[in-house]
Nanobody, 129 residues
Framework: QVQLVESGGGLVQPGGSLRLSCAAS????????MGWFRQVPGKEREAVAA????????????AKDRFVIAKAIDAYSHNRYNLILLMNNLRPEDTAMYYC???????????????????WGQGTQVTVS
């Protein structure tokens, strides 16, 4: 069982930066593959970036050279960790609801395919204007 809670969204001007966080709580303490996705109303969900259980990262084209994904273990509990998305040089087209997701599959790969993720957070809104 995994619980995901996103934070850090908000309103930012074009060219600005935001830091999204996803607090992940697990019942087993296992390291899962994690990812960030985003969605605009009326459009399909889009991958942003992912990280596998060993920390290897994958970026969608929309995120390359602007965003950084990272996973950090909570210093006080091996059952909690944070998934960070640093977003730089933001553009109006980055406006979306951003979701954190976990793939708890035993052989997860840090994929950008959303159907491979079985746990999702509630999302945090990012508006670039």
């Amino acid at each position: 069982q995994v619980q995901l809670v996103e934070s850090g969204g908000g309103l930012v001007q074009p060219g600005g930066s935001l830091r999204l966080s996803c607090a992940a709580s697990t019942s087993t303490g296992s390291y899962y593959c994690m990812g960030w996705f985003r969605q605009v109303p009326g459009k399909e969900r889009e991958a942003v970036a992912a990280v596998d259980a060993d920390g290897r990262t994958t970026y969608a084209d929309v995120a390359k050279d602007r965003f950084v994904i990272a996973k950090a273990i909570d210093a006080y509990s091996h059952n909690r960790y944070n998934l960070i998305l640093l977003m730089n040089n933001l553009r109006p087209e980055d406006t979306a609801m951003y979701y954190c997701a976990a793939d708890t599959g035993r052989y997860c790969t840090g994929s950008l395919l959303d159907y491979q993720y079985d746990y999702w957070g509630q999302g945090t809104q990012v508006t670039v204007s």
